[in-house]
């Protein structure tokens, strides 16, 4: 029986103690108590077993037994960029691409992008909904999420990250090639999907000149959230594949 893992900012072998969060976790929703046993994991790669030696509804500390520090896994880097959605859209495309093993997601803020956040703390929500989906999908590392950002200082940012990367972007066009018929290669790979608007012009160009190239999914015209999470189950499939 799997053990119910828990997420810890810092692991160690002395006790450690847990957020606010997974406190009510643990304590309201899990019921556990004093003497189970539960896995944390710290999103960098370690994974540890430990004992809960006290807990209450404001506090849980933990004794650690057995403990592992993961490497990276193998293959390609996948990097999202979408066009930050609507509501609980774009949080249901966090959730998703954590699930799949996407390892950077980096909001865009096109011309067309109807809503631009205003949170200071919404990269902060997103990488709780990426904790809440790592549990759920029982994944190691946690992803990297940006800040929503202009393309052009997220391409910028992606370029200097991934030198020898290779660049996507989801186009419309029927004589763009299909993301399929590409074959995935060893280089890390970033994905950019426009708002339900589309891209302009001027950002096509800006793509195409950044030797970003066109890949379509279907014949349809999909919603971003939709792309993103086609994108990214179709680009992880196929590096789990090679690994």
């Known amino acids: 029986m799997e053990l119910v893992r828990f997420y810890c900012r810092s692991i160690s072998k002395a006790s450690v103690s847990l957020s606010a969060e997974e406190i009510h976790h643990l304590a309201e929703v899990r019921r556990l108590s004093r003497g189970d046993k539960v896995e944390l994991f710290d999103g960098a790669g370690t994974l540890a077993i430990a004992e809960i030696t006290a807990v ?27 066009s930050v959605a609507k509501g609980n859209r774009f949080d249901w495309l966090i959730g998703k691409c954590t699930e799949l093993g996407v390892d950077r997601i980096c909001p865009i803020i ?24 790592s549990k ?7 992803p990297q999420i940006d800040i929503p950002q202009p393309l052009q200082q997220g391409l910028e940012n992606l370029e200097r990250d991934f030198p020898k990367g290779r660049f996507l972007y989801g186009s419309l066009s029927a004589q763009s090639p299909t993301l399929v018929s590409q074959p995935l290669g060893s280089a890390d790979i970033a994905v950019f999907i426009g708002p339900e608007g589309g891209f ?18 279907t014949d349809t015209v999909l919603r971003t959230e939709t792309a ?10 196929q590096r789990n594949i090679r690994i």
Do not use: D, Y
């Open 228 to 237: 993103a999470l086609a994108f990214a189950a179709i680009l992880t499939a």
């Open 56 to 82: 209450s509804s404001r506090k849980v500390t933990l004794q650690v037994q057995e403990m592992q520090v993961l490497p990276q896994p193998a293959g390609p880097k996948i990097i999202i960029a979408p």
């Open 200 to 217: 302009t012009e001027q950002e096509e160009v800006f793509l195409q000149n950044h030797l970003c190239q066109p890949v379509r999914l």
């Open 110 to 133: 096109f011309e067309r992008t109807v809503k631009q956040p205003q949170n200071s703390k919404i990269v902060e929500r997103w990488r709780n909904i990426a904790i809440a989906a």
């Open 136 to 142: 759920q999908s029982r994944r190691i590392f946690l």
